[in-house]
């Protein structure tokens, strides 16, 4: 029987944790989150002893090793003398200190960078905000005259408040005693590496699909000013159907998109697409793959400026369709959140402890036509319209 690679053995990890997220399962995400960071652990250390060895610089680069800023450094100094102490639990609880805003920075780094949807959306640090307010509308017509109600109506709805507490993500890490020996700079690598990626996983599954409630709402849910939400959870839009990507069609949806809260308009340059990625190759692409000529093939071709980016959290047969920038994700490490905190929820042996931490955030779409849900069951395959012109030749011309 092959062994399986590194990678193969992150990847089905990955997928096990989105999995849980979208479970809902308390005790499925802690299991799958310890599970992950294990692995990120085991990495870490393996490259640690290979540097050690070696002084491979490409090792440095390729985990992410960065030089720490002198309060990255103490923190990190502090936590390690803390966990390596007689009572840990009492050690860590002492800590009255939260991840410096650089090490959330970093994160928010790390996550856009190997995730293509997270990369695209408006990604906030809010770490020192408990509320944002935010326009809701992009630019507004600027009015010159005395500010009178018909001012204050043209205004109105357009600025909107998030509370960026009201969702909670707990993160699990498992620190061995090897794991403390190592340093600030690696300890800070494994803690960026098992957050990034964990923190990312659980925000694209809620910014495509969240319900609302303890989550960000997704892009697929109604946040019309007049929706009905039940126990915090924000109902589903329902799916528009579309069948091929010709200029009408998907004109016609994306037109829909044009239209501002306000009633006014808006331009639009670029839009995203988001498909489950079995769906993606066996509707998407061949809806939007053509044959030049020469017999070459170009893929991912539409009639209008298109970002595709393929996620498991989307439902299959559908899609989303919409503005990037008009989904904001504020995330960071709350007023109380971002400590790393000893945890007693699973017993290890007395060389590995669990801690965990909690980061605060909040996230939703601008305005209800920023995104609209589709029903791409009947997707219809690219096929090349050839259109002949008879001539019909007069005895002279023959």
């Given at each position: 029987m092959a062994m399986k690679s590194k990678d193969l053995i992150q990847q089905e990890l990955k997928q096990n944790l989105a999995d849980a997220f979208k479970s809902e399962d308390p005790d499925a995400i802690t299991?799958?989150?310890?599970?992950?960071?294990e692995t990120v652990q085991q990495n870490v250390l393996e490259e640690y002893n290979t540097y050690q060895k070696t002084q491979d610089s490409n090792i440095l680069?390729?985990?992410?090793?960065?030089?720490?800023?002198?309060?990255?450094?103490?923190?990190?100094?502090?936590?390690?003398?803390a966990a390596t102490s007689s009572n840990p639990k009492q050690s860590i609880a002492d800590i009255d200190v939260?991840?410096?805003?650089?090490?959330?920075?970093?994160?928010?780094?790390?996550?856009?960078?190997?995730?293509?949807?997270?990369?695209?959306?408006t990604f906030t640090?809010?770490?020192?905000?408990?509320?944002?307010l935010v326009n809701k509308q992009g630019s507004q017509l600027a009015a010159w005259g005395a500010l009178n109600s018909a001012i204050t109506k043209e205004l109105e709805g357009a600025i909107g408040k998030i509370d960026l507490t009201i969702c909670k993500l707990t993160a699990y890490m498992p620190i061995s005693k090897d794991m403390l020996n190592v340093g600030p700079t690696w300890?800070?690598?494994y803690v960026r590496g098992t957050l990034s990626e964990a923190i990312a996983l659980a925000l694209e599954t809620a910014i495509i699909?969240?319900?609302?409630?303890?989550?960000p709402i997704g892009m697929d849910r109604s946040v019309a000013d007049d929706v009905t939400v039940t126990g915090g959870v924000y109902p589903k839009k329902t799916a528009k159907v579309l069948t091929a990507f010709d200029p009408v069609s998907y004109g016609a949806i994306l037109g829909q998109l044009s239209k501002a809260p306000n009633g006014k308009t808006r331009p639009i340059t670029n839009v995203l697409l988001v498909v489950n990625p079995s769906d993606y190759f066996t509707k998407?692409?061949?809806?939007?793959?053509?044959?030049?000529?020469?017999?070459?093939?170009?893929?991912d071709v539409f009639p209008f400026p298109t970002t595709v980016i393929q996620s498991p959290a989307v439902a299959a047969n559908e899609a989303v369709v919409g503005i990037a920038n008009k989904y904001f994700m504020g995330l960071g490490s709350g007023?109380?959140?971002?400590?790393?905190?000893?945890?007693?929820?699973?017993?290890?042996?007395?060389?590995?402890?669990?801690?965990?931490?909690?980061?605060?955030?909040?996230?939703?779409?601008?305005?209800?036509?920023?995104?609209?849900?589709?029903?791409?069951?009947?997707?219809?395959?690219?096929?090349?319209?050839?259109?002949v012109n008879n001539v019909v030749k007069t005895k002279e011309q023959a």
């Open positions: 299991q799958a989150f310890t599970n992950f960071a680069a390729k985990r992410g090793i960065h030089q720490l800023t002198s309060q990255e450094e103490k923190y990190y100094q502090v936590f390690i003398n939260a991840f410096p805003e650089t090490i959330i920075d970093n994160i928010l780094d790390d996550i856009t960078t190997s995730h293509p949807l997270l990369d695209q959306i640090n809010t770490t020192i905000l408990t509320k944002m300890i800070d690598a699909d969240g319900t609302g409630k303890d989550e998407i692409f061949p809806a939007t793959t053509v044959r030049a000529a020469d017999g070459t093939y170009s893929h007023e109380r959140g971002g400590k790393i905190e000893y945890s007693d929820e699973f017993k290890f042996l007395d060389d590995e402890r669990v801690y965990l931490t909690r980061m605060y955030g909040n996230g939703r779409a601008l305005d209800d036509n920023a995104f609209i849900l589709l029903d791409i069951s009947n997707i219809e395959p690219a096929t090349l319209q050839v259109s």
